[in-house]
């Protein structure tokens, strides 16, 4: 790609997440040519349809959350980097409004090698980082990576459509920690003692 279209599919890219968080994936691909400034016929032949673009932009932020995930591999509290990335998880899912939508449509039209291979990169790491708090005793050895995923899933989707989904994630998100984590020593030595 010469300068000039690697100039302008950056701009693109970068109007369209800033659209899509403030009108979600059915913005205006013409408004998002405009703040790029360049031509719809420019957006059009980067991107042939609204889907191309949406997994473009999801592209990224897919390798921002695998990025991030490896980061916290290093980090030594493993309870820490594992919420730190299930928050992350459903911030990066409550970005774009209609986006769980515009997903399944991508892979029942044939993008579903595409949707397949984000899957399977997010699954790795959320695996990794789940397993390594299992090590650590920190979370119950009988969570399964696949059913906390799926509920992370869950907690971006049911909290999309309400007043406040970045609030609502976030106590729905303290109800499944709650349930992964193990009980403190001290705690269970109380609780075996009768004491309160």
């Given at each position: ?113 595409l949707v397949s291979a984000w899957h399977a990169e997010t699954f790795a ?58 009980t403190p020593p001290n705690r269970r030595a109380r609780r075996s003692s009768?004491?309160?």
């Amino acid at each position: 790609m010469r300068a000039d279209a690697r100039r302008n599919y950056e701009r693109l890219l970068d109007q369209a997440q800033i659209a899509f968080a403030e009108y979600g994936v059915d913005a205006s691909l013409d408004e998002i040519a405009r703040r790029a400034g360049v031509a719809s016929g420019t957006l059009y032949r980067h991107f042939p349809t609204r889907l191309d673009l949406i997994e473009a932009v999801l592209g990224e932020r897919v390798a921002e959350l695998t990025e991030l995930g490896r980061d916290l591999m290093d980090e030594p509290d493993s309870y820490r980097a594992l919420t730190t990335w299930l928050r992350a998880a459903i911030g990066h899912a409550l970005t774009f409004r209609g986006l769980s939508a515009a997903i399944l449509t991508s892979a029942i039209d044939g993008g579903a090698e595409l949707v397949s291979a984000w899957h399977a990169e997010t699954f790795a790491i959320g695996t990794a980082l789940l397993h390594r708090a299992q090590e650590a005793g920190t979370v119950i050895a009988t969570a399964d990576a696949t059913d906390v995923l799926r509920m992370i899933g869950g907690i971006a989707w049911a909290a999309q459509d309400t007043p406040d989904p970045t609030g609502q994630a976030d106590r729905l998100l303290a109800l499944l920690l709650t349930g992964l984590r193990t009980t403190p020593p001290n705690r269970r030595a109380r609780r075996s003692s009768g004491a309160t």
